[in-house]
């Protein structure tokens, strides 16, 4: 059973960076593929980035490529997402998951956070 539980949303203004958090309760973290999706009000959940277990390959939606860099710390369980020049459509609760490969689809992932919201205003 793995437990995620992200931290580091907030409100910030257009252009402002954040360094979301997710910190992981498993033995084998490193045998898990870890990602950060989005789900705006009224809006299906959506990829935004992945990371291969060992950090080593990276995949990100195209909406943040360039802006956002996700890491991961194997020795800690956790992986980041930080968030720059952030612009009122990143506004979405963010999600950690995890699962075996760092592909875009949601449906790979079989475990969960509880999200962080980010809000962005102009």
């Known amino acids: 059973q793995v437990q995620l539980v992200e931290s580091g949303g907030g409100s910030v203004q257009t252009g402002d960076s954040l360094r979301l958090s997710c910190a992981a309760s498993?033995?084998?973290?490193?045998?898990?593929?870890m990602a950060w999706f989005r789900q705006a009000p009224g809006k299906q959940r959506e990829f935004v980035a992945a990371?291969?277990?060992?950090?080593?390959?990276?995949n990100y939606a195209d909406s943040v490529k360039g802006r956002f860099t996700i890491s991961r710390d194997n020795a800690k369980n956790t992986v980041s997402l930080e968030m720059n020049s952030l612009k009122p459509e990143d506004t979405a609760v963010y999600y950690c998951?995890?699962?075996?490969?760092?592909?875009?689809?949601?449906?790979?992932?079989?475990?969960w956070g509880q999200g962080t919201q980010v809000t962005v205003s102009s």
């Open positions: 990371l291969s277990k060992n950090g080593g390959t990276t």
């Open positions: 998951a995890a699962g075996p490969i760092p592909t875009s689809n949601r449906w790979t992932y079989n475990y």
């Open positions: 498993v033995r084998a973290f490193s045998s898990y593929a």
